[in-house]
């Protein structure tokens, strides 16, 4: 069942749950490669959210910026590939969102443990910002807040939980948005952890 959000925005409630179990291995396999580390942003601070990528590409941060790049900084090394039936999930939650012929190049993967949290951001280091993306979450449940389109907007929370499956294009596609500080948990899939996957179009 789709769920409007907002206008560009949907929410497709459980919508992974079935697929959990193959996303958890996939990300273990991707991590093996590339492996899970805190970026630093431009301003100097480490996040406390650990990341990695798999695709053609890969979205990195430092002390030069945000961007995305085809090597690992960590290993120098191509991210690894994103695994087809990840690309076919995401294309066909696009579709049922309403936006039909989505084909991400890119997954990045967020790991949060307690304590951790991504402060209110806009993505827009992708080059086409006409195409959605799709957010897949995993294990903890987080609190999510999505604002507009200017910093200051105000903000709605939104509980997000294991196999929810958002999709942000069109008029949502630059709203500013983050997680709240991860509350501690156990999870059957994935114990101490929340993962969440966004499929973007990096070019
Ligand atoms: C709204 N991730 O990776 S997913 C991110 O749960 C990110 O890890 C969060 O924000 C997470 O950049 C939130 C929901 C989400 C993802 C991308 C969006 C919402 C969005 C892009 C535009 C607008
Ligand atoms: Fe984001």
Same mark, same amino acid.
């Given at each position: 069942? %789709? #769920?409007?959000?907002?206008? @560009? &925005?949907?929410?497709?409630?459980?919508?992974?749950?079935?697929?959990?179990? %193959?996303?958890?291995?996939?990300? #273990?396999?991707?991590?093996?490669?590339?492996? $899970?580390?805190?970026? *630093?942003?431009? @301003?100097?601070?480490?996040?406390?959210?650990?990341?990695?990528?798999?695709?053609? =590409?890969?979205?990195?941060?430092?002390? &030069?910026?945000?961007?995305?790049?085809? #090597?690992?900084?960590?290993?120098?090394?191509?991210?690894? =590939?994103?695994? %087809?039936?990840?690309? =076919?999930?995401?294309?066909?939650?696009? %579709?049922?969102?309403?936006?039909?012929? $989505?084909?991400?190049?890119?997954?990045?993967?967020?790991?949060?443990?307690?304590?951790?949290?991504?402060?209110? +951001?806009?993505?827009?280091? #992708? &080059?086409?910002?006409?195409?959605?993306?799709?957010?897949?979450?995993?294990?903890?449940?987080?609190? $999510?807040? $999505?604002?507009?389109?200017?910093? *200051?907007?105000? !903000?709605?929370? !939104?509980?997000?939980? +294991?196999?929810?499956?958002?999709?942000?294009?069109?008029?949502?596609?630059?709203?500013? +948005?983050g997680i709240l500080t991860l509350k501690a948990g156990e999870h059957p899939a994935t114990g101490p952890l929340r993962y969440n996957l966004t499929f973007r179009r990096s070019g």
């Amino acid at each position: 069942a %789709a #769920e409007p959000l907002g206008d @560009g &925005a949907v929410l497709l409630r459980g919508r992974a749950g079935a697929d959990a179990g %193959a996303l958890l291995a996939a990300i #273990e396999a991707i991590a093996a490669v590339a492996p $899970f580390r805190q970026f *630093t942003t431009p @301003g100097g601070r480490e996040m406390s959210v650990a990341m990695t990528n798999a695709g053609v =590409a890969g979205w990195v941060s430092d002390r &030069a910026g945000y961007r995305y790049q085809g #090597e690992d900084p960590l290993t120098g090394r191509p991210w690894p =590939a994103m695994p %087809a039936p990840f690309a =076919a999930l995401a294309r066909e939650a696009a %579709a049922e969102a309403g936006f039909a012929g $989505f084909a991400p190049d890119v997954c990045l993967i967020n790991r949060y443990r307690p304590g951790t949290k991504l402060s209110l +951001h806009q993505d827009r280091d #992708e &080059a086409d910002l006409g195409h959605p993306i799709v957010s897949v979450s995993l294990g903890l449940p987080a609190t $999510f807040q $999505f604002g507009g389109l200017a910093r *200051t907007d105000p !903000v709605r929370k !939104v509980p997000l939980v +294991h196999g929810d499956i958002v999709v942000w294009g069109g008029p949502a596609r630059l709203a500013y +948005h983050g997680i709240l500080t991860l509350k501690a948990g156990e999870h059957p899939a994935t114990g101490p952890l929340r993962y969440n996957l966004t499929f973007r179009r990096s070019g």
